[in-house]
């Protein structure tokens, strides 16, 4: 898994996509965080992050799609994920490694924003004057929506051999499941049960993450949602053999 993991890793490094996605992801969020009036933390004139962590998700919603979408399309359209499948590895072992180098690099995505998290703590007033306890769920919570993310993205991969068509099912599928259930559970018509459907969408147990207070509830909400998308892709790549 780890041969697989610096390979995929160092591939996405040897790609543009790599380098226009984090470019994107960087300016995208500087400007939103110290730039646009609407979202400018010096316009606001609050010492807090909450700016970052509102719209870092609907960022991931389309950069992580576009990330995801060559780990097995690619494999399937150039003919070599047969060659891939015959090496001394299980399915298992295979997903998990792409799955993992692509997550890290979402992950490296994010270490640069830790200056926003510095830049505020410095410009706080008295200095220090932001709630790290707060900061640090949130970024909890980004990481395990970047999980999520990474696994939709991989799962879509798998499905088809052209990336347009991955990429298009990971961001529909990343949207339904971050906001869509929140969406239902809207309509009046569920009564008390939209609470209980809120409660199947990331958004819910994002939000939750986000004030600080991590539980081990949305842990295993997170945990159980990649751990079913990446059995779902071994049940695709099992097909093959059907």
């Known amino acids: 898994m780890l041969s697989i993991l610096k390979k995929e890793f160092n591939g996405f490094l040897n790609s543009l996509i790599a380098y226009i996605v984090l470019t994107v992801f960087l300016v995208a969020t500087g400007m939103f965080m110290w730039v646009f009036p609407e979202s400018s933390v010096l316009e606001y004139g609050f010492a807090?992050?909450?700016?970052?962590?509102?719209?870092?998700p609907w960022m991931f919603l389309f950069l992580i799609p576009a990330i995801t979408m060559r780990t097995f399309a690619e494999e399937k359209r150039e003919g070599t994920i047969e060659l891939l499948l015959t090496k001394p590895?299980?399915?298992?072992?295979?997903?998990?490694?792409?799955?993992?180098?692509?997550?890290?690099?979402?992950?490296?995505?994010?270490?640069?924003?830790?200056?926003?998290?510095y830049s505020i703590y410095t410009l706080g007033n008295p200095p220090g004057n932001v709630d790290s306890a707060a900061v640090a769920g949130s970024y909890i919570g980004l990481m395990f929506l970047a999980a999520v993310f990474t696994a939709i993205g991989v799962f879509a991969s798998s499905v088809s051999d052209n990336?347009?068509?991955?990429?298009?099912?990971?961001?529909?599928?990343?949207?339904?499941?971050?906001?869509?259930?929140?969406?239902?559970?809207s309509i009046p018509v569920w009564g008390t049960y939209g609470y209980f459907i809120s409660q199947l969408g990331i958004a819910y147990h994002?939000?939750?993450?986000?004030?600080?207070?991590?539980?081990?509830?949305?842990?295993?909400?997170?945990?159980?949602?990649?751990?079913?998308?990446?059995?779902?892709?071994?049940?695709?790549?099992?097909?093959?053999?059907?």
């Open 48 to 56: 807090d992050m909450q700016t970052l962590f509102n719209i870092a």
């Open 89 to 117: 590895i299980t399915d298992l072992q295979l997903i998990l490694g792409k799955y993992f180098a692509a997550l890290l690099l979402v992950l490296f995505a994010l270490l640069p924003t830790l200056l926003y998290y």
């Open 163 to 185: 990336q347009i068509i991955s990429f298009v099912l990971a961001l529909f599928l990343c949207f339904i499941i971050y906001t869509g259930f929140e969406s239902i559970a």
């Open 206 to 242: 994002y939000s939750a993450i986000s004030k600080g207070l991590v539980d081990s509830r949305d842990v295993l909400y997170f945990l159980s949602v990649i751990a079913i998308l990446i059995l779902a892709t071994k049940l695709v790549l099992r097909s093959r053999k059907w």
